[in-house]
């Protein structure tokens, strides 16, 4: 019997506490159908025994609190809301139970935006993490020693798991429940949950918001250009030349502000516009292109599925409507 903690967190979100115990007990289910013994003990571990979420609307009663829960083969984070640092803060007394049960042998999975309170715990610098997207520049502003891979759904290394954003947990639950048991039964959940089982990425979801959260005005001035004239030619000697800075420094500078190459920030800026324009538009995909600046299409779509991990034909067909007609 594997011993399943989920943790109920304040400012928790409450489907991020209600589906891995749905999965987990379900599993639990089609192993009994099959006339084999369940697998998981499900505990809901909370710092008081009613945790209220979602503004105080709802109210989870949880099993067990901190102090008394079983000791754990896994720990499950579910997913924060609100102000992050506060949800740091209320969450503080978990931080020392889930080091002194990992250290004990436990694994540990984040849920979305648990990546958070996991990565306050620690454990996960020096290791590879997601969460969601639309908050990757605010995670790597609070944890500079995580390597945040933020287009990945699922993260596994040294018995730390992370997802990203909401439901792609789901997958998360998956990677877990064949871990535990195996990919028949992983399979078989997916089914009954109507689940994509092998989703990677988060990548075609993302929308890119360049990282403005830094203490360095010059570099926010380069940006502030960049974003009014992404469909022109601008080139490293140019922006080095017209912002005052030495190439060397202004690169140096760049990269530590934005998490970005200024080549990576300016291919982001323009596949976002081409983004927006797949969407909505009727243009060709040629069309989109020249608009965005580019004119070589192979450069466009290799730059495009390396961004988006889609061809620009799939993406548009994938949300254009109009483009089915």
Not at 104 to 133: D, P, Q
Not at 222 to 231: A, D, G, K, S
Not at 234 to 239: A, G, K, P, R
Not at 296 to 319: C, G, L, Q
Request: aromatic share 10%; with cysteine; charged share 25%.
């Amino acid at each position: 019997m594997k011993n399943v903690a989920i943790l109920v967190p304040e400012t928790a979100v409450i489907e991020a506490v209600a589906d891995p115990r749905y999965l987990f007990t379900a599993v639990n289910e089609f192993l009994k159908s099959a006339g084999k013994d369940p697998l998981f003990r499900v505990q809901l571990v909370g710092l008081n025994k009613e945790v209220k979420v979602t503004e105080g609307i709802f109210s989870i009663h949880v099993d067990t609190v901190l102090g008394a829960a079983a000791k754990p083969d896994l720990i499950i984070i579910p997913a924060v809301s609100g102000d992050l640092g506060r949800a740091i803060k209320l969450n503080q007394e978990f931080v020392p139970w889930i080091v002194e049960q990992y250290k004990a042998g436990a694994e540990v999975a984040s849920l979305c935006l648990g990546a958070f309170i996991l990565a306050s715990t620690g454990l996960l610098n020096g290791k590879t993490c997601s969460t969601h997207w639309l908050f990757a520049n605010e995670f790597q502003e609070m944890f500079p020693e995580v390597d945040l891979t933020a287009s990945r759904v699922v993260t596994d290394n040294d018995r730390i798991y992370t997802s990203g954003g909401a439901n792609s947990y789901w997958n998360l639950l998956l990677h877990l429940v064949e871990k535990y048991t195996n990919r028949e039964l992983a399979i078989l959940a997916s089914k009954f949950f109507v689940l994509d089982i092998d989703k990677m990425s988060q990548s075609p979801f993302s929308i890119f918001k360049g990282q403005k959260i830094h203490n360095d005005p010059d570099i926010v001035k380069v940006q502030e250009f960049i974003e009014t004239n992404y469909q022109d030619k601008i080139t490293i000697d140019m922006l080095s030349e017209k912002f005052a800075i030495s190439r060397r420094t202004f690169e140096r500078r760049f990269k530590r502000a934005t998490n970005n190459t200024v080549l990576e920030y300016m291919q982001r800026l323009k596949i976002e516009a081409a983004k927006r324009q797949l969407e909505t538009g009727r243009k060709t995909v040629n069309e989109v292109m020249y608009d965005v600046g580019y004119s070589n299409i192979k450069a466009f779509r290799d730059v495009f599925k390396k961004i988006t991990s889609m061809s620009p034909v799939d993406y548009r067909n994938k949300y254009n409507k109009q483009s089915l007609n």
